[in-house]
């Protein structure tokens, strides 16, 4: 299944942006489901998190910011991002968790000061 990533752009801290994660096959309802996130001159690391029954967990720094969520009939994951810092700048992914396979296209965020 090929995932791609989008919704991302530029915003100014504080504010807030959806992305959204689009299987172009169908995405298995028992794969665990993430976003991760890759800033520049970074590793790629994970940002959250979903479970098959909506379990989810996040990373300290986007804790109480971001909130993940996926709609299985739409084969699609969310990420809602809040109150946006600079340092949340990167190129944000989506793949299963742990990944495998080759990452789709990643949507770029840049948040400005």
């Known amino acids: 299944v090929q995932l791609q990533a989008s919704g991302g752009g530029l915003a100014q801290a504080g504010e807030s942006l959806r992305l959204s994660c689009a299987a172009s096959g169908s995405m298995s309802s028992t794969d665990v489901m993430g976003w991760y996130r890759q800033a520049p001159g970074n590793m790629r690391g994970l940002v959250a998190r979903i479970t098959s029954d909506g379990s989810t967990s996040y990373a300290p720094s986007v804790q109480g910011r971001f909130t993940i969520s996926r709609d299985a009939a739409k084969n699609t994951v969310y990420l809602q991002m809040s109150s946006l810092k600079p340092e949340d700048t990167g190129i944000y992914y989506c793949?299963?968790?742990?990944?495998?396979?080759?990452w789709g296209q990643g949507t770029l965020v840049t948040v400005s000061s």
């Open positions: 793949a299963q968790y742990p990944p495998r396979g080759s």
